[in-house]
């Protein structure tokens, strides 16, 4: 179950990167988001259809989860590109509808999954048997049409790419070439860096209570599997809402807060607080859940055998998470992972600079990727051993650090400034020359004493007010 588990976000973190690299070479990314939509496609498929491959079916399973991550390092792409075709003056709030959407897809699955719980295993069956929907494929199925949906979207005529954001500095800097533009602007590689770990540490840390929010919630509560499925979509629908409006406020919220403020005191902070809140406090031990026993005639979900597992030994010995405790730290989660995922990336773009970032978001994408991948072993080895105070109190410790070690590192978050020799608009650069014109790109490679050379007596100018 752990190598399915993280199987998906191994797939991300290896071809994030490759993802990344490939959309640099080609300077476009409709093929390669194409190509990913397409397996993302048939991944989900596969994964929806394994009811009909009796055989060697965890093997079937571990490849769907596997190319599905494959698939998803497509974000790479993504982010890369809304760097390139925004403003630096737009970029928080474009980075924040785009954070959005991601979270909210992994806010809304559990929601999904909940809504199609009432379908039971059985289901129907369409396709002349070739087809199951139940509590378990229906999800895989609304993924294969939502993707067929995205995958429309990218093709051509509906969707166009339009990067500006070297023009803008270029023009900014009164330069002819956005190439040498941005190769001249050296990034400070130790604020990536830096940025790129505290993602790690932000997502682990709300990836864990994802992966770990059910069976928290069967062991402290005594919950059945459906119960527990219920309950945590109603409470990923209202962290959904809270997120959306928490993303909305971003942009405004960084007119009167520097960003990196926003995110160490904003973001941070609350992600703190929650997870020290998950720390129980209460007055005695959860519910212990007996073995089960077939020969009882009773079902798996009868209150006999709900609880903390006796399996685990320190649930007779630690207290009980109270569900105010629980909500609470739940909500400031809701606030404070939008805030800090937002902004890292924001603040990540803008130290870049200019220059095509595909491999860069890789990194960023694959960083938090690997904390999916050791997500669940987190779990097994720390949760499941040894308990609820060392899993929060560790990562309590983790983020306390990291809050504080943004802190002392705050001077190497500001992004760099590009001086503005004179107020310019962000026109195209046009070569005039008895009326022809040629195009950006060989414009674009020419220094202006190489243009001045090439052409006697011909203007050569960037087009001011």
């Known amino acids: 179950m752990g190598l399915i588990v993280a199987a998906n976000p191994l797939g991300q973190m290896i071809f994030s990167p490759i993802f990344g690299w490939w959309g640099n070479r080609l300077g476009k990314i409709r093929l390669p988001l194409l190509l990913s939509l397409s397996l993302f496609t048939l991944a989900s498929a596969v994964y929806s259809s394994l009811e ?93 049409g ?21 023009r803008e500095v270029m023009v900014m800097q009164g330069g002819t070439s956005e190439r040498e533009t941005w190769k001249a602007i050296k990034p400070n590689y130790l604020s990536a860096w830096i940025l790129i770990v505290a993602f790690f540490i932000l997502v682990f840390n709300f990836v864990l209570l994802e992966t770990l929010g059910t069976s ?39 007119k009167l807060i520097a960003e990196r403020y926003l995110l160490i005191w904003g973001g ?8 020290v809140l998950f720390v129980p406090w209460g007055p005695d031990p959860p519910k212990l859940a007996q073995a089960f026993n077939a020969s009882l005639n009773l079902s ?65 994408t694959g960083s938090g990727c690997l904390s999916r991948v050791l997500g669940p072993v987190f779990v097994g080895s720390i949760y499941t051993r040894l308990g609820t105070y060392w899993t929060f109190g560790v990562t309590s410790f983790m983020m306390l650090v990291s809050m504080f070690w943004l802190q002392c590192s705050n001077r190497l978050l500001i992004p760099p400034t590009f001086d503005k020799a004179t107020p310019v608009e962000l026109q195209e650069l046009s070569k005039h020359n008895g009326g022809s014109k040629v195009d950006d790109d060989d414009a674009g490679d020419d220094s202006p004493e190489e243009l001045v050379s090439k052409e006697h007596g011909s203007h050569h100018s960037l087009s001011r007010p």
């Not at 979207?153 to 500006?164: S, Y």
């Not at 941070?268 to 997870?275: A, K, Q, V």
Request: glycine share 8%; with cysteine; hydrophobic share 50%.
């Open 268 to 275: 941070f902070s609350l992600m703190f607080l929650g997870r």
């Open 300 to 364: 798996d979900d009868d209150p006999l055998f709900l609880g903390c597992p006796p399996t685990q030994e320190w649930c007779g010995e630690l207290p009980a998470l109270t569900l105010t405790q629980f909500i609470i730290g739940f909500a400031l989660t809701s606030v404070g992972y939008p805030i800090g995922v937002t902004l890292i990336q924001t603040i990540f773009s803008k130290v870049l600079g200019p220059r095509p970032q595909g491999v860069w978001m890789g990194w960023m």
């Open 216 to 254: 928290l919630t069967m062991d402290m509560f005594a919950w059945s599997k459906a119960d527990s499925l219920w309950y945590m979509g109603i409470m990923m629908t209202t962290a959904a809402i809270v997120s959306l409006v928490t993303f909305v406020l971003i942009s405004p919220l960084c």
């Open 146 to 166: 939502m993707s067929i949906g995205n995958f429309m979207m990218f093709l051509p005529g509906v969707f166009e790419e339009h990067k500006i954001a070297a």
């Open 52 to 144: 009909l491959r009796p055989d060697n079916v965890k093997y079937w399973m571990l490849g769907s989860r596997f190319l599905i991550g494959v698939s998803s390092a497509n974000i790479a792409l993504c982010r890369s590109y809304l760097s390139a075709a925004t403003r630096i003056t737009e970029r928080t709030h474009a980075v924040s509808m785009v954070s959005l959407a991601q979270v909210l897809g992994f806010i809304i699955g559990p929601t999904l999954q909940a809504a199609v719980t009432p379908l039971g295993d059985q289901g129907y069956v369409w396709l002349w048997g070739k087809m199951h929907f139940n509590m378990y494929t229906a999800s895989g199925w609304i993924n294969v």
